[in-house]
Structure formats: C-alpha cells, structure tokens
C-alpha cells in the first residue's frame, strides 16, 4: 500500500512540475546543438527546471526568452532556469543580446500544454479583424513585438500560406506558401528560405490562416541576428 502512495505522490508531483512549468512557458530554446547526448534538438523550447547532460566535447546555445541571455556552453549538466543556466562540470559563455525579452514569453493562459504548442496572436474571425483594419486605417496601429533581426523565424506550426504586409509604408507585401518540409522542427519557418529581408525601422503584420500578428523591425537591427533576437511567435 505504501508504495501505491508513493508511487500516485510522485506521479502527481510530476504532473504538478510540469503544469507549473508550462504555466510559465518555455523558458528558452535551443539555437544550436552538437553531439548525441543532449536529449534536445535545434529549435526545441526548454522549460525552467529541465535537466540537459552533455558530454566532454557536446556543445549546445541556449537563447533565454525573457532575460535575452545567449548561452554557449560546453560539457556538462545543464539546468535550464528562469533566466539563465545553472552549469555544472562545464564551461558557460554567456552573452547579452537585443530582443523584446518579456514579450515573447507566455501568460499562463495562453499556454498549452498537451502540445507544446501556444499562440499569442489574434484572431481574424471576430472583433479582432475589425478593430486592427480600423487602427490600420487610422494610422495608430502600435506593435505588439519589436525584432532586433531583419530576417525572421516565425513560429508557425504548421504549413500554409503566410502573408507579410509593411503597414507604416504602403506597397511592400508578400505571399509565401510554406510547406511543412520547410519547417525547423515541424514548427519554425525562416524567413531566410525565402530570402526575404525585411527594412529596418518598418512595421509589419504577419499572417497566417486565422492569427496575425503586429511587429516592428529595430531601426538598428542587422541582417543577421541570433535566434532570440528575431523570434516572431504567431
């Protein structure tokens, strides 16, 4: 009887982990990785409390969502945090990059947790639609993100048509049609592919299928940038 307790205790302290974690959403994701002991791949989110183990001569760059950290770290046991890495038995580097920290991390509301998937956009289909074509018009649409990379990763999650549209400069849009071999981890596309390079300063709108969302390109961002620092979450 005592270990079907323990066993219904940790198989809820478990589940309780993971909500909390998710509750808060991904903490950072993988910009890059080498060697085969990691357990994480490119492009994958990692939450606060997950344990990384690399070996001797594996690398891996973790991109922090809120803190904008970028981790370079080599060998040993990574225990991924709020807003940086706790490194055992490795060498860590950490640089501070340009990007619009707390805004590409989600509310617990907006997480989802049997997927792994979230969206922070809005919805095409009802009042939202009307309200941004009247602030459009209007001239008084304000950013929900600025990137700090002229060429973006877009979180889309599926393959579709993606359309991007300069709304503080009339005439400048585009339609991709984004199959999902082209997806990083089923979930990413990179605007790169299409080589598609995006004016500093400029105001955009992304869509794709019933989201969009508003984003501002750093008047100073550079045509090449960390992951984190163009990391548009549709």
């Given at each position: 009887?005592?270990?079907?307790?323990l066993?219904?205790?940790?198989?809820?302290?478990?589940?309780a982990?993971?909500?909390?974690?998710?509750?808060?959403?991904?903490?950072?994701?993988v910009?890059?990785?080498?060697?085969?002991?990691?357990?994480?791949?490119?492009?994958?989110?990692?939450?606060?409390?997950?344990?990384?183990?690399?070996?001797?001569?594996?690398?891996?760059?973790?991109?922090?969502?809120?803190?904008?950290?970028?981790?370079?770290?080599?060998?040993?046991?990574?225990?991924?945090?709020?807003?940086?890495?706790?490194?055992?038995?490795?060498k860590?580097?950490?640089?501070?990059?340009k990007?619009?920290?707390?805004?590409?991390?989600?509310?617990?509301?907006?997480?989802v947790?049997?997927?792994?998937?979230v969206?922070?956009?809005?919805?095409?289909?009802?009042r939202?639609?009307?309200?941004l074509?009247r602030?459009?018009?209007?001239?008084?649409?304000?950013p929900?993100?600025?990137?700090?990379?002229?060429?973006?990763?877009?979180?889309?999650?599926?393959?579709?048509?993606?359309?991007?549209?300069?709304i503080?400069?009339?005439?400048?849009?585009?339609?991709?049609?984004?199959?999902?071999?082209?997806?990083?981890?089923?979930?990413?596309?990179?605007?790169?592919?299409?080589?598609?390079?995006?004016?500093?300063?400029?105001?955009y709108?992304?869509?794709?299928?019933?989201?969009?969302?508003?984003?501002?390109?750093?008047?100073?961002?550079?045509?090449?940038?960390?992951?984190?620092?163009?990391l548009?979450?549709?």
């Amino acid at each position: 009887m005592g270990a079907v307790r323990l066993a219904v205790f940790s198989a809820a302290s478990t589940l309780a982990f993971g909500a909390l974690a998710w509750a808060h959403g991904p903490a950072a994701v993988v910009e890059e990785v080498s060697g085969k002991s990691a357990g994480v791949e490119f492009m994958d989110y990692v939450t606060p409390g997950k344990v990384i183990r690399l070996g001797r001569q594996d690398t891996i760059v973790l991109g922090y969502l809120k803190s904008c950290w970028r981790e370079t770290i080599v060998g040993g046991t990574v225990t991924v945090g709020t807003e940086q890495s706790d490194v055992q038995g490795g060498k860590v580097e950490r640089t501070q990059v340009k990007c619009d920290g707390g805004r590409m991390q989600l509310s617990a509301g907006q997480a989802v947790q049997s997927a792994g998937y979230v969206s922070r956009s809005v919805d095409l289909s009802g009042r939202d639609a009307s309200a941004l074509e009247r602030q459009k018009r209007e001239g008084t649409v304000e950013p929900q993100i600025t990137l700090y990379g002229r060429v973006p990763t877009i979180e889309l999650g599926a393959g579709g048509t993606l359309v991007v549209e300069r709304i503080d400069v009339p005439g400048e849009k585009f339609e991709i049609a984004v199959s999902s071999r082209q997806l990083a981890r089923g979930v990413f596309f990179d605007l790169a592919k299409a080589h598609r390079l995006l004016a500093a300063g400029g105001i955009y709108r992304a869509t794709f299928g019933t989201k969009q969302v508003v984003f501002k390109i750093a008047p100073d961002a550079p045509a090449s940038a960390p992951v984190i620092a163009r990391l548009l979450r549709l």
